[in-house]
């Protein structure tokens, strides 16, 4: 269990394309996650409400970010706790040759593996295969175990 911010706030002013560029600067700035969820704002304007969740320590960084890119007004910070299972980078052998996947521990000491979408992508380029059957070929690791 770990404490991470939850830096919060709601726009309705930025061109859409605008958000895509919004969230890799986000990443780049340290966020954990990034999700943009879309709501209806006052005077009945369609807007997007912006949820990021950080380390503390990168919080102020954040918020610049949001603030720079977004032309938002205000914004609501917290402090949560969250559970998160172990979990590290494994090598693994494919038909495609060696890449990336994540490999993750339950509470009962029992593991899985998680395909990585970048990893995943970079296979069905170069091999030109459809990105779902690598995924499947990864994912198929947790049956063969």
């Known amino acids: 269990t770990d404490?991470?911010?939850v830096i919060e706030t709601d726009i309705d002013d930025a061109n859409p394309e605008w958000l895509g560029y919004t969230m890799e600067r986000l990443f780049e700035?340290?966020?954990l996650d990034v999700v943009f969820i879309p709501a209806q704002m006052k005077k009945n304007r369609p807007g997007v409400h912006a949820q990021v969740i950080c380390p503390p320590h990168l919080a102020g960084v954040v918020m610049d970010v949001m603030f720079r890119e977004t032309g938002t007004l205000g914004i609501r910070t917290s402090f949560t706790q969250r559970r998160i299972i172990e979990r590290e980078t494994e090598l693994i052998e494919t038909p495609w040759g060696v890449m990336k996947a994540k490999q993750a521990r339950n509470r009962d000491?029992?593991?899985f593996i998680i395909p990585e979408y970048e990893e995943c992508r970079r296979v069905a380029t170069q091999?030109?295969?459809p990105l779902r059957?690598?995924?499947a070929w990864v994912s198929g690791l947790n049956h063969r175990k």
């Open 3 to 5: 404490t991470v911010s």
């Open 29 to 31: 700035a340290g966020a």
């Open 109 to 111: 000491g029992s593991f």
């Open 133 to 135: 059957s690598v995924y």
């Open 127 to 129: 091999e030109a295969v």
